[in-house]
């Protein structure tokens, strides 16, 4: 059984307050966008997994997904499976990418053995495995609070806008992303900011990290700066980085001078449809 694990951008992103517990409170809006991996499952003598394209760090038994196979397994019998992961989400790219192929397993998984889950169940048995992994069962735009694990709905709609994707090779640390930043206030609550034209976005919404990572990562900036310079209406920094989305008007776009102008740095170009 094949499914196919989508990412998510950062509509604004601000870091309100350090928490007692050493963690930070957030205020962001999670947008699903149509780049994914390709996610593969069968019933197998024994458990395997297999990665292909971008490299992963760490043991490959211990990724998400096969951290979910045995999270599952406490409460449900599952056979043994071999898994398939073809990797084109970039990793350490801040659009949650690892967290997608987790709640992806984990929905395939609950349809391939009938184990009878529903939406909510299944988001309170993968929120433990990492903030953002309970977003990608619904795969729902929300305003997303507390450390990035407390979704409401928002109306949010990009549909027709060109999105562009650019990720340099630059390694940005979430650890160090978060030790430099300031937790503030923002000027405008982001329920706000999203009612107003896509057009004021650039002045009104922000991503708080982007001003510890681009003294660090002036590269970063750089392609921020550009994808303005060649005609973006709104582009920012996602999560802690290190890739910048932009959208763009359909009229405005040049496909081919984005990649002459970003053909160092990994490149994803579609046009947003509406979310069912």
């Not at 601000?14 to 593969?40: A, Q, W």
């Not at 499976?81 to 997608?100: C, T």
């Not at 903030?131 to 619904?138: E, K, S, W």
């Not at 929300?142 to 409401?152: M, P």
């Amino acid at each position: 059984m094949k499914t196919h694990p989508i990412a998510k951008i950062n509509l604004g992103l601000y870091v309100t307050e350090k928490r007692p517990d050493g963690y930070h409170n957030l205020e962001t809006v999670f947008y699903p966008i149509p780049i994914h991996d390709e996610l593969e499952v069968e019933e197998a003598n024994e458990d395997s997994f297999t990665l292909v394209g971008f490299h992963l760090e760490g043991d490959p038994m211990d990724n998400l997904v096969m951290r979910v196979l045995r999270n599952l397994r406490q409460d449900f019998s599952i056979p043994p499976v071999s898994v398939r992961l073809s990797k084109g989400i970039p990793s350490g790219a801040g659009m949650g990418g690892g967290s997608s192929d987790a709640a992806y397993m984990m929905r395939m998984l609950n349809e391939m053995f009938s184990l009878g889950l529903t939406d909510d169940e299944m988001e309170q048995r993968i929120a433990p495995l990492g903030a953002d992994c309970a977003f990608f069962i619904r795969q729902r735009p929300v305003l997303a609070t507390g450390i990035g694990n407390v979704f409401a709905p928002i109306k949010a709609n990009l549909s027709g806008y060109a999105l562009v994707l650019i990720k340099p090779d630059d390694f940005v640390s979430t650890k160090e992303a978060y030790s430099l930043v300031s937790p503030k206030q923002p000027a405008e609550p982001l329920t706000t900011t999203m009612q107003r034209p896509i057009e004021e976005w650039r002045e009104h919404m922000h991503n708080d990290f982007e001003l510890s990572v681009f003294a660090a990562h002036p590269t970063i900036e750089a392609i921020k700066q550009q994808l303005y310079d060649i005609g973006a209406t709104y582009a920012l920094m996602s999560g802690s980085g290190s890739t910048v989305f932009a959208l763009f008007k359909p009229a405005d776009i040049n496909k081919e001078e984005i990649e002459a102008n970003f053909k160092e740095h990994f490149v994803y170009i579609a046009t947003l449809g509406e979310i069912n």
